[in-house]
């Protein structure tokens, strides 16, 4: 592979961080561009650029005089930086990969699952209530769109080479928010796992390391310019089935009961009781990314063998919402549990 010089926006959380090494570990000459706030684990060799993305003037400094193969941007969210991102490196850039969202499907009023690539026009819904998790949902799926948009339009104008990678919930060992790790928590202390009796949708995940993957292709290929990529393992799974997997790797059963969902939420419990739970889980084709680009996928047994197995070796600090692990359980002994 020709070493390249590529400037990841993010990087030392999640899949930035996984993304890092394995790009230094593949010879590429790799810049990172953050605020500085989180520890940084990454090679001495990483050249660190610091500033605040959301502030174009930060961000127009830190790059000032500088070219790129690649730019990987793992944090970009809101319109107005997609218009500072695109200005700042037209002509300065061989390929701008970003990192979308499953969600930009769940914005849209009637979209058929598992959802396509051409599923993403058509009328979209209106804005919940403010100052809800569902709002906060709604207005990241909105918000991810105003972002394709925008580099869509600078591609169709400027030839931009952007490529779009919609993500599903991706689980992974680095995952800050401990979603995955919840579930372990709650199949390794023996007793119920309580989730909503709707929405009951299948899973279709993602594997961080497949995540890495695609962008690794991308890269070595310089496919998917002006392009946009569902990224999403093969398989669709119940959330029995998920946590069925995931008991079956541990050697504890899985026991997964359903309450009414507005108990749940009345009693502070969503959605950390089950956060694979909510409306706001898409579900992917990923047909075209297998076409086009040769992805595969690692099977989720597979890769929830490797996530456990660190887990069980690197166990994370205990997430806040197991503390009331015990609530959970006296609530369910006063409640009927749904069908």
């Not at 600078?154 to 919930?169: D, I, K, Q």
């Not at 998920?242 to 899985?254: N, R, S």
Request: proline share 6%.
């Amino acid at each position: 592979m020709t070493r390249m010089n590529i400037l990841v926006i993010g990087g030392t959380r999640n899949l930035g961080h996984l993304l890092v090494h394995q790009l230094v570990t593949l010879g590429h000459r790799v810049t990172v561009f953050n605020r500085g706030l989180t520890r940084d684990e990454l090679p001495d060799e990483v050249e660190r650029l610091r500033g605040d993305r959301t502030k174009k003037n930060q961000l127009a400094r830190a790059i000032d005089g500088k070219t790129f193969d690649i730019v990987v941007d793992n944090a970009l969210y809101k319109k107005e930086e997609a218009e500072d991102i695109a200005a700042l490196l037209k002509g300065r850039v061989g390929q701008y990969i970003f990192l979308s969202s499953g969600q930009v499907y769940l914005v849209r009023e009637g979209a058929p699952r598992p959802f396509k690539e051409d599923d993403y026009e058509g009328r979209l819904m209106p804005a919940p209530k403010p100052n809800t998790f569902g709002y906060e949902e709604w207005l990241y799926g909105m918000d991810k769109r105003h972002v394709e948009d925008t580099l869509r339009k600078a591609w169709e104008t400027n030839h931009f080479p952007y490529t779009s990678l919609r993500l599903p919930m991706v689980n992974s060992e680095r995952d800050h928010f401990s979603r995955f790790y919840n579930y372990m928590l709650r199949l390794g202390d023996g007793s119920p796992i309580l989730a909503p009796s709707t929405p009951n949708f299948p899973l279709r995940h993602i594997y961080g390391g497949d995540v890495i993957r695609a962008i690794l292709l991308l890269i070595e290929t310089g496919k998917g310019k002006g392009e946009v990529y569902n990224i999403s393992q093969d398989e669709t799974l119940s959330l029995e089935e998920f946590l069925g997997i995931a008991g079956d790797i541990m050697g504890v059963p899985a026991h997964l009961v359903r309450l009414k969902r507005d108990l749940l939420e009345a009693n502070g419990f969503l959605p950390d009781c089950s956060p694979f739970s909510e409306r706001w889980m898409s579900e992917l084709d990923n047909t075209r990314s297998k076409a086009d680009l040769g992805m595969t996928y690692t099977p989720t047994r597979d890769y929830l063998e490797q996530i456990i197995s660190y887990f069980e070796e690197n166990p994370p600090s205990v997430p806040r919402s197991y503390l009331r692990r015990r609530s959970e359980l006296l609530l369910l002994e006063h409640s009927k549990p749904m069908a």
